[in-house]
């Protein structure tokens, strides 16, 4: 009956044998005499230190691979997200509209009736980074560039 304690989804392995090199042994086992217990009382004093040092050098190794899979993981996530996310790009003499306020949120004034976007206004500059330059219908120019989001 040997309790297991539960590995970490990213890095597939225990903090404790992160840390230590080795799984931790619960009380239980001590208590109930487990096999790897046994195994272990049936080795001399330097063997067993032998075998601790040579973890010790693993543990390197197991720390390098749980921060690989770490950064996996947030690849596959960052991926994951991306695939959601449509890009809009505008070009010059587009008709657009600009948020009012932040998108979920109201004005005390109109309450739920809150607009969320004024316009329309032409693109009249397209910036590096998804910025544009807008002008009103009428012909005044806003006074800074607007982020394309």
């Not at 190794?61 to 947030?74: C, H, N």
């Not at 991306?82 to 890009?87: I, M």
């Not at 309450?111 to 206004?121: I, N, Q, V």
Request: proline share 3%; net charge positive; glycine share 6%.
């Amino acid at each position: 009956m040997a309790h297991r304690i539960s590995r970490h989804g990213a890095t597939k392995v225990t903090p404790f044998e992160l840390v230590y090199g080795q799984e931790v042994v619960l009380p239980i086992e001590v208590n109930l005499d487990a096999y790897r217990l046994a195994k272990q009382n049936d080795l001399s004093v330097v063997l067993y230190h032998d075998l601790m040092m040579d973890n010790v050098d693993e543990v390197t190794d197991k720390r390098i691979k749980a921060l690989k899979d770490i950064e996996e993981g947030k690849v596959q996530v960052a991926r994951a997200y991306n695939k959601r996310v449509k890009s809009k790009s505008f070009r010059v003499g587009d008709l657009v509209c600009k948020t009012i306020l932040t998108l979920g949120t109201k004005s005390n004034k109109f309450d739920k009736w809150s607009p969320s976007w004024e316009g329309p206004y032409r693109v009249i500059k397209v910036i590096f980074g998804n910025s544009y330059l807008l002008e009103m219908l009428q012909g005044d120019n806003l006074p800074r560039a607007i982020n394309g989001r």
